[in-house]
Nanobody, 122 residues
Framework: QVQLAESGGGLVQAGGSLRLSCAAS????????MAWDRQTPGNLREAVAY???????YYLESVKGRFTISKNDATNTVSLQMNGLRPEDTGVYYC????????????????WGQGTQVTVSS
């Protein structure tokens, strides 16, 4: 079984910074991409940023230039550096991994962590 453990959320004033980290562990066979999704109050969950196994990047338009996603393949970790935080960035941030497990090497699926709260005060 695959587990994703997030850390780094918290309360910060507008304009401040936070760094989220996530470690993937367990019976991982392969990782296609790692990402951060978020759910802000009153909205559906959305993809904030992802990085593929080949290094392709995606950022939500509203976070471009402020957030940076990075990964460490040796440790199966992904981080999200968030600068210039705004109150509208408030929400629960979820680590997201797409890949395969040892027991099902032919089945690509998505895994999510429990989420970490990010609160930005104005």
């Amino acid at each position: 079984q695959v587990q994703l453990a997030e850390s780094g959320g918290g309360l910060v004033q507008a304009g401040g910074s936070l760094r989220l980290s996530c470690a993937a562990s367990g019976a991982i066979n392969s990782i296609n991409l790692m990402a951060w999704d978020r759910q802000t109050p009153g909205n559906l969950r959305e993809a904030v940023a992802y990085i593929s196994n080949s290094g392709d990047l995606y950022y939500l338009e509203s976070v471009k230039g402020r957030f940076t996603i990075s990964k460490n393949d040796a440790t199966n970790t992904v981080s999200l550096q968030m600068n210039g935080l705004r109150p509208e960035d408030t929400g629960v941030y979820y680590c997201h991994m797409r890949g395969t497990e040892e027991s099902r090497r032919d089945y690509v699926r998505d895994f999510w962590g429990q989420g970490t709260q990010v609160t930005v005060s104005s």
